[in-house]
């Protein structure tokens, strides 16, 4: 299955895109080729885009992810871009998506399938089990409630493969957890 190709007409059609927020200063000699009827704006190049907005996350029937300069607050307005290259497909229930966790930021996010590294071992879900997957991995990296019963020497090494099951099994948490009981 080859890439789809993304442009001005479709770009904004089922895809999922990590945008990168840059400064205003960027689009500060460039004119706004299209507002959205939500007040986003968008700056067309030949190479991408540059989008104005103050809301990120679903948009319509996308999934956009800004990757900040600093913290993010929505609602706050700010530029981001995004090649063209960097739209993929997107519908709610194909398996499209992966999740990956940062363990110095202990940030956790979700890719799409097609962004992969061949020798990295992923599990693909569809947006509604990364959702909820991701909601358990947070849990599971900033609480200890989840442990509560569970046998084990030290919670941080318990956390890592815990989280590394969740993330490359399709084991439920109650199937993975069973394991440490």
């Keep these: 299955m080859g890439k789809k190709t993304y442009a001005r007409h479709n770009f904004h059609s ?13 689009i500060s000699e ?14 067309f190049t030949a190479a991408g885009l540059y989008r104005i907005s103050n809301h990120w996350g679903r948009v ?3 999934h956009w992810r800004l990757v900040p300069l600093a913290e993010f607050k929505n609602q706050y307005t700010t530029v981001a871009y995004a090649n063209w290259t960097d739209f993929y497909s997107n519908d709610d229930t194909a398996k499209l998506f992966f999740i990956k966790v940062d363990w110095l930021t202990r940030e956790v ?3 799409h399938k097609q962004t992969a590294d061949s020798n990295e071992k992923v ?3 569809n947006a509604k089990e990364v959702a909820k997957t991701i909601r358990t991995i947070k849990e599971v990296l900033s609480q200890e409630d989840w442990a509560k019963y569970l046998k084990y020497d030290d919670l941080e090494s318990l956390r890592e493969k815990v989280i590394a099951e969740l993330v490359g099994t399709s084991k439920t948490f109650l199937e ?6």
């Design 123 to 125: 599990i693909f879900r």
């Design 14 to 26: 089922h895809t999922f895109c990590i945008w990168k927020e840059v400064p205003f200063s960027a």
């Design 30 to 43: 460039l004119k706004v080729n299209y507002t959205s009827q939500s007040g986003s704006q968008y700056i």
């Design 176 to 181: 993975v957890k069973k394991a440490y009981l």
């Design 109 to 111: 996010n979700f890719y």
């Design 60 to 62: 319509a029937n996308c």
